[in-house]
Antibody, heavy 118, light 110 residues
Framework: QVQLQESGPGLVKPSQTLSLTCTVS??????????WSWIRQHPGKGLEWIGY???????YYNPSLKSRVTISIDSSKNQFSLNLNSVTAADTAVYYC??????????WGQGTLVTVSS | EIVLTQSPGTLSLSPGERATLSCRAS???????LAWYQQKPGQAPRLLMY???NRATGIPDRFSGSGSGIDFTLTISRLEPEDSAVYYC???????????FGGGTKVEIK
């Protein structure tokens, strides 16, 4: 079955760009009508949707983060990525990638903790 | 913007008891696009229910979902120790397209 794995730096300095990649295995990122999403969870808090991209390339972002977020897809590597710029300590969180269909996140990566600190 | 409010914040019950978790939306949800997730400490969330009342693959039938419009319920009919977790509801708004999560209900098994 399809599996997702997040990767990227665990520590990012304030004002810099947080960049994460989600590698999809066990299936093609281009197969079916799925969306590929990023969701984060601040320490001890609930879930916050960041945005998602369809295999067609269409993107949708959380309005509260839209000015700082870019999600892209690299079909040749079976990966999709998150860039979040101008980060602050408030962006410290566990970041999850997920595959969804019918607006439900059905398959999740294990998550990766990103700390924003100098 | 759709806001999902979950109640109670914490539920403390004994094994074999029935748990009833509520999720109320600030406006009627698009085509009943309401999902429930279970998250255990240190783990990623796991999809339990979608379309308000459909169990995801591999989810035991002691989990059931119901509701429509703005009021939705997740019921765990006979609690087992492994059901100790935080449960989140998630909805979908289409103007603009976005996912929204509730604040979560923590279920503790005594």
């Amino acid at each position: 079955q399809v599996q997702l794995q997040e990767s990227g730096p665990g520590l990012v300095k304030p004002s810099q760009t947080l960049s994460l990649t989600c590698t999809v295995s066990g299936g093609s990122i281009n197969s079916g009508y799925y969306f590929w999403s990023w969701i984060r969870q601040h320490p001890g808090k609930g879930l916050e949707w960041i945005g998602y991209i369809y295999s067609t390339g269409s993107t949708y972002y959380n309005p509260s983060l839209k000015s700082r977020v870019t999600i892209s897809i690299d079909s040749s590597k079976n990966q999709f990525s998150l860039n979040l710029n101008s980060v602050t300590a408030a962006d410290t969180a566990v970041y999850y990638c997920a595959r969804g269909t019918n607006v439900v996140a059905a398959v999740w990566g294990q998550g990766t903790l990103v700390t924003v600190s100098s | 913007e759709i806001v999902l409010t979950q109640s109670p914040g914490t539920l403390s019950l004994s094994p074999g008891e029935r748990a009833t978790l509520s999720c109320r939306a600030s406006q009627s949800l698009y085509s009943n696009y309401l999902a429930w997730y279970q998250q255990k400490p240190g783990q990623a969330p796991r999809l339990l229910m979608y379309g308000a009342s459909n169990r995801a693959t591999g989810i035991p039938d002691r989990f059931s979902g119901s509701g429509s419009g703005i009021d939705f319920t997740l019921t765990i009919s006979r609690l087992e120790p492994e059901d100790s977790a935080v449960y989140y509801c998630q909805g979908y708004g289409d103007s603009p397209p976005r996912l929204t999560f509730g604040g979560g209900t923590k279920v503790e098994i005594k």
